[in-house]
């Protein structure tokens, strides 16, 4: 009988061979990843029509609580007590002049501003605050938000949706002709966080519940989150979560999300996003920059996601030591999807760690990265930066594919591209 025919490997390449196709990859990867078209899975933007709750412009870039924690830094407990006390003008002024003049602007946030000023055409380098205001005044917010948009390659964005925030519920309420490219995501941490205070909150909106989570009150909350959801036309539910969150367990939060989100999840369909990690007002006096980050019990999340194999989790952790584990349990749980590198984590150094070791567990089956903006022109910087990161990873691995011979095709680096992108993401809410 004659021998099977193998595949020939035929002559090894040399050393500049090899050379070759690896520059020739790399290029081919900066060019693709550069022009996918990103979906943005988490944001703290609004659509347009929501008015003032929508920042954009150059000093609500400076007055970021990323740049404002910087700018404390600075001040020796001095400026702590002053800063809140300011005008937004003067705060962007004060940060301006701290970071940005007194300082190298070195870091990830404060080259985050320079970045998107510099894609805009604008030279930042003048060091002129009050040219760059002047610019910025001559835009209308709909004109704006189509520059930067394209400008940051993004297709669309999810918000971060409560019914809870005073200006924004009642904005729901009453209605506007959505412009599809901002998607909505259902926020309950007030609802997990502070039961006692949401409970009061929805018997004043006409939900019958008592603070004791007995079965009609269970059935309330649901009604309300099934009301919401249809409201927003939510892609999920989410919610942030201290490090000691545990489950099972007797804590209200740990109850309501096993008898009530769960159940509502599940029956709608929308996976449930937990963003684990963060310890919220570390330093009260920083307000909004003065939230922390701990090391959470992903025991909890193992047994969320076996004992509710017909959900569907969306999760990101905020402790750089948490991720080794969080990725061993996407390797476990078809129902968990991984997102992003948050807040703390979105640093160029950890960003390429975190998604190297995600490539070599999981392969493109995860989101690399979402915003996290909360002004509209730093969605500009932060996929400016996010791109960059992703192409060289997936570079050195396509690299390390072709020394085997197996040298991916434009189209197949176009493909897992636009997975880590969000199609990874629209693939797992539709599963
Ligand atoms: O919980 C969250 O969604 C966090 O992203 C925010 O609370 C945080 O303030 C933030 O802006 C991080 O980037
Ligand atoms: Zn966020």
Not at 304 to 331: D, P, S, W, Y
Request: hydrophobic share 45%; aromatic share 10%.
């Amino acid at each position: 009988m004659r021998r099977q025919e193998q595949p020939r490997a035929g002559r090894p390449p040399t050393q500049a061979d090899l050379a070759g196709r690896a520059a020739g990859l790399r290029a081919e990867v900066q060019r693709v990843v550069a022009g996918i078209p990103v979906l943005d899975i988490h944001t703290h933007l609004y659509d347009p029509a929501l008015g003032a709750l929508l920042l954009w412009g150059i000093d609500e870039l400076l007055v970021y609580h990323y740049l404002v924690a910087e700018t404390f830094r600075h001040g020796c407990g001095r400026v702590g007590s002053e800063f809140w006390r300011l005008s937004k003008t003067a705060q962007a002024d004060l940060v301006w002049r701290t970071l940005f003049q007194e300082n190298s602007p070195l870091s990830e946030a404060c080259r985050g501003v320079l970045t998107t000023l510099h894609r805009l055409g604008l030279d930042a380098h003048q060091r002129d605050l009050p040219a760059l205001r002047r610019w910025f005044a001559g835009w209308k917010v709909e004109a704006y938000v189509d520059r930067c948009l394209e400008l940051a390659g993004v297709r669309g964005v999810v918000m971060t949706n409560s019914p809870f925030d005073e200006l924004e519920g009642p904005a729901w309420l009453r209605g506007w002709r959505r412009d599809s490219r901002f998607q909505a995501a259902l926020r309950i941490d007030p609802l997990l966080l502070n039961w006692p205070v949401a409970a009061r909150q929805l018997a004043e909106w006409g939900y019958r519940v008592r603070a004791d989570l007995g079965a009609t009150t269970r059935g309330e909350v649901r009604r309300f989150l099934a009301d919401w959801s249809r409201r927003l036309q939510a892609r999920y539910l989410m919610v942030s979560l201290p490090p000691d969150f545990q489950y099972p367990a007797r804590a209200a939060s740990a109850r309501l999300i096993e008898q009530v989100v769960l159940p509502h999840c599940q029956e709608s369909g929308l996976p449930f996003a937990l963003m684990l990690g963060v310890r919220r007002a570390v330093n009260p006096a920083l307000q909004l920059a003065g939230d922390g980050v701990g090391s959470s019990d992903l025991a909890a999340l193992a047994n969320l996601c076996a004992a509710h194999a017909g959900n569907k989790f969306l999760v990101t952790v905020l402790a750089r030591e948490n991720q080794h584990e969080l990725c061993v349990l996407a390797r476990k749980f078809p129902n968990l999807h991984i997102f992003g590198c948050w807040w703390f984590t979105n640093v160029p150094v950890l960003v390429e760690e975190i998604t190297r070791l995600r490539v070599e567990l999981l392969g493109l089956s995860f989101t690399a990265q979402h915003s996290d903006a909360r002004v509209l022109d730093q969605v500009i910087y932060k996929w400016d930066h996010a791109r960059a990161v992703v192409a060289q990873v997936l570079a050195d691995e396509y690299v390390r594919l072709a020394a085997t011979g197996w040298t991916p095709a434009p189209r197949d680096i176009e493909r897992d591209a636009q997975q880590v992108f969000g199609g990874a993401f629209e693939r797992f809410c539709r599963g």
